[in-house]
């Protein structure tokens, strides 16, 4: 299992439109072969800074995620109102 976690700020008053955009993401991410967890946080102190929780079978999983025109668009609509680059990290389960 591949475990994820990205943090992305995003500019204020922006982050509805981001939690908005994620909403039309996930079921699409969570029907992707492999996907087993996609999950979306809101930091209870900074309502502009979000954590994903994402669970794949594998790494081929993870990239095939990356790729899907979902996927894709999700980012051409956040990534303008993103604050600086996510911080992605990856992990592997141990149980």
Request: glycine share 6%.
């Amino acid at each position: 299992m591949v475990v994820v976690g990205a943090v992305i700020y995003v500019n204020e008053g922006k982050a509805d439109d981001s939690v908005r955009e994620y909403k039309k993401l996930a079921p699409k991410v969570r029907s992707d072969p492999g996907a087993i967890a996609y999950m979306l946080h809101r930091d209870l102190e900074d309502p502009c800074k979000f954590f994903f929780y994402e669970k794949y079978a594998d790494d081929e999983a993870r990239t095939y995620h990356t790729s899907t025109p979902h996927f894709k668009e999700f980012f051409r609509v956040v990534g303008p109102i993103m604050k600086g680059r996510p911080l992605i990290s990856r992990y592997e389960e141990i149980g």
